[in-house]
């Protein structure tokens, strides 16, 4: 019954002022009426925070990452502040976030440097995830975890697309690859979503470039942002490995 939000302070934010760059909490607000209820501030350490993406657990605990810094945070039931939980150097732009079925693993995409995760029952240990060498996961925003796959929403490649890559059993690996949308007309950085059922409800398109860093737009007006819907069960698999093969073929046959 409640709604929970991020919010912090960038240049790009219409209003931001430079003392409050870098502050950054989640808040708590009743669903039905809409009140607000609480905020859950991250603790000033002189380094610029920017909570972005987030996931629920099934006992409210919540998982969000720091877009500013390479840092994870949760937030338990009944706590009084977000707090570090993983934090890991080589990351450099944490974006989307996904929690297990088991809720002992997380993983999160880097905007530059792929798909990670992280074993909560082992202290956070972390591994990229591994995927065949002809797959780039670069650029990714929305990260969700849908049965046995990760649904990712990429705009930082072209063309820009939403993946469905299916984990092995271990879910360590992917195992199939499926495009579920790619360079559609209404597709200018799509972001983020959400999962109701078989389908993933979307933001199309984003004013993050059509701004600049004093959250002016640089072409106004700016356009509408469309919500688009897509079946992510719908789209077929390639097995990893076979596209490997069906080259190989398609080189034979050239020979």
């Given at each position: 019954?409640h ?13 931001s002022?430079?003392a ?12 039905e009426t809409?009140?607000?209820l609480?905020?859950?501030r991250?603790l000033g ?9 987030m ?11 720091d877009t500013?810094?390479?840092v ?5 039931p009944?706590a ?7 934090a890991?150097p080589a990351?450099t732009?944490l ?12 993983y ?10 992280f074993?909560l029952?082992q ?10 060498e ?9 990260l ?7 649904i990712a929403?990429q705009?930082g ?8 890559l299916?984990l ?16 559609l ?8 979503g959400?999962?109701e059922g078989?389908?993933?409800?979307f933001?199309a398109?984003?004013?993050?470039h059509q701004?600049?860093r ?8 700016l ?7 897509a ?22 046959d050239?020979?």
């Amino acid at each position: 019954g409640h709604l929970w939000a991020v919010t912090g302070s960038i240049g790009q934010y219409r209003g931001s002022r430079q003392a409050e760059f870098g502050r950054t909490a989640l808040l708590k607000f009743d669903l039905e009426t809409g009140k607000f209820l609480d905020e859950y501030r991250v603790l000033g350490d002189g380094v610029p925070h920017l909570l972005g993406a987030m996931v629920m657990a099934e006992d409210g605990t919540i998982y969000a990452n720091d877009t500013m810094s390479p840092v994870i945070y949760r937030l338990a039931p009944g706590a009084d502040r977000p707090r570090p939980i993983i934090a890991h150097p080589a990351l450099t732009g944490l974006r989307g976030i996904a929690l297990s079925p088991d809720e002992q693993r997380i993983y999160v995409a880097d905007y530059d440097l792929g798909i990670f995760f992280f074993d909560l029952a082992q202290d956070g240990a972390g591994f990229a995830l591994g995927i065949p060498e002809t797959l780039n996961l670069g650029g990714i925003d929305g990260l969700y975890f849908w049965r046995d796959s990760l649904i990712a929403i990429q705009n930082g490649v072209t063309p820009q697309r939403i993946l469905r890559l299916k984990l092995d059993d271990s879910g360590t690996r992917v195992a199939e690859v499926a495009t579920v949308a790619k360079a559609l007309p209404e597709f200018d950085n799509p972001t983020y979503g959400t999962l109701e059922g078989d389908d993933l409800l979307f933001f199309a398109s984003s004013h993050w470039h059509q701004v600049d860093r004093a959250g002016r737009a640089v072409s106004p007006p700016l356009p509408p942002v469309p919500v688009m819907r897509a079946a992510v069960d719908q789209a077929a698999g390639i097995v990893v490995g076979e596209e490997i093969l069906e080259q190989l073929k398609r080189q034979s046959d050239q020979q």
